[in-house]
């Protein structure tokens, strides 16, 4: 229900990028389809998405109270959100394979191999927030617009995935259009107001001291020592019998580690490591855990982005190399066994936040041993670990918390940089947890 007695009424359009690939899932049909319009039979995002995406930063940043008042309020919403719907009329997609791994085999669960649609990254999409004012709530508009200061700093998600580097969103303009309903010039704008295209652009003006809604971000700087490979689902033919797997690809044609295998291998190091310290209940609280029959389960606090692997054009020059699978019975090449993959190599940089929630400075801790492993090579990102490929050579390691404050691991000087003893804490910190 909509709040009365409003003699105001602000319009801000507001458009977003995606700062990363992009999943709405659809309400009907297979799960890993995006979401389209009814009638366009393009992709869009709904109202309710972008509302809870408002919803949780004003709650991030005013708490409950001032989220409930202006979202619900006594006498109906002060708040009004339009779809959103994308610019291009020509929206790029992504179709990535994944799979559902048991973790009691460690092996991919029966039909649990599957593909997921994406909207691809720079996709931009605009949408409309109306907010409906009087003289007893006109502070309302500085905080929604601290809302939107909070959204241009490009740290919110939204949609399925996001543990996995999907749905990283950032505004990237603001316009404004404020109507006076008190005088009749205020009241005939408003009249057509859906024939206004374009307001007074704020972008510029919004706050940028907000501070950031992650506890922890981790860079860890790098290259490849040889060469890497994370298959694609189709395969590139380079002559007319001879076809060869090929590295994933965005909407973007750069050749990356999407963050859903980057999860997938930290993980797997990390349940490693907290299962010999005794730590196994971390893994829960870092990757979350779906509901069962007597459990509502539990959000995970750890974000993995997809990852850029060096020059695409370098990386298209790469050669073709030629391999065969070998029957372990007989010693023999299997019939039909011979297989070409093109590898990649080049720098690259891994991206990880950690949210503010659960025990975020043990799980740093577990991640840092993780990372340690990942970079003297006792574990490698992608296919190919018994031939040797996915191994990288780790320049450093740095670690960035919510106040600014920084700690480095380099690997180059053999050095550690911590005098705010953010690494020192997070290992005391998952010492402390119970086993």
Excluded at 232 to 257: L, M, P, Q, T
Excluded at 365 to 381: E, F, K, Q, V, Y
Excluded at 391 to 417: H, P, R, T
Aim: proline fraction near 1%; charge should be negative; include cysteine.
């Amino acid at each position: 229900m909509m709040a009365d007695n409003y003699n105001r009424v602000i319009k801000y359009i507001v458009t977003m990028k995606c700062n990363s690939v992009l999943h709405i899932g659809a309400s009907s049909g297979d799960k890993e389809e995006i979401l389209v319009h009814p009638v366009t039979f393009t992709p869009f995002v709904q109202a309710t998405t972008i509302a809870g995406m408002m919803r949780g930063c004003t709650k991030e940043v005013y708490g409950e109270k001032i989220e409930k008042k202006i979202f619900e309020g006594s006498k109906g919403s002060n708040i009004k959100i339009s779809d959103g719907t994308f610019k291009d009329k020509k929206v790029k997609m992504e179709i990535r394979p994944h799979v559902k791994i048991d973790r009691t085999t460690g092996s991919t669960s029966k039909g649990q191999k599957f593909d997921m649609e994406y909207i691809g990254r720079d996709s931009k999409f605009v949408y409309c927030c109306y907010l409906f004012l009087n003289e007893s709530n006109e502070i309302m508009e500085s905080q929604i617009e601290n809302i939107f200061a909070v959204l241009k700093q490009g740290e919110t998600k939204i949609g399925g995935k996001k543990s996995t580097g999907a749905g990283s969103v950032g505004l990237d303009k603001l316009e404004k259009i404020d109507f006076d309903l008190k005088t009749a010039e205020g009241r005939s704008r408003w009249f057509d107001e859906e024939e206004l295209e374009s307001g007074d652009n704020i972008t510029s003006k919004l706050a940028t001291d907000n501070k950031t809604i992650y506890a922890y971000r981790i860079r860890l700087k790098a290259k490849t020592e040889g060469p890497m490979l994370v298959k694609s689902i189709y395969a590139e033919g380079f002559g007319e019998n001879d076809h060869a797997e090929v590295n994933i690809r965005d909407s973007k044609d750069e050749y990356i580690v999407p963050g859903s295998s980057i999860k997938g291998s930290i993980r797997s190091q990390m349940e490693k490591i907290s299962e010999y310290l005794h730590k196994e209940s971390l893994i829960d609280e870092a990757f979350g855990k779906g509901g069962e029959k007597n459990d509502e389960g539990r959000k995970g606090n750890l974000y993995f982005f997809d990852t850029i692997v060096g020059d695409s054009k370098k990386n298209e020059d790469n050669p073709i190399r030629h391999r065969i699978h070998i029957d372990k019975f007989t010693g023999g090449v299997i019939n039909q066994g011979l297989f070409s993959e093109r590898n990649i190599n080049g720098d690259l940089e891994l991206i990880i936040e950690i949210s503010k929630y659960n025990s975020y400075e043990a799980i740093l801790g577990l991640l840092l041993m993780a990372l340690r492993d990942l970079s003297i090579h006792t574990m490698s990102l992608g296919s190919g670990y018994s031939v040797g490929k996915g191994f990288l050579d780790v320049d450093n390691i740095i670690i960035k918390n919510a106040e600014g404050k920084q700690a480095e691991v380099s690997f180059v000087d053999n050095k550690i940089a911590d005098s705010d003893d953010i690494i020192a804490n997070a290992l005391k910190a998952l010492k402390e947890v119970a086993s």
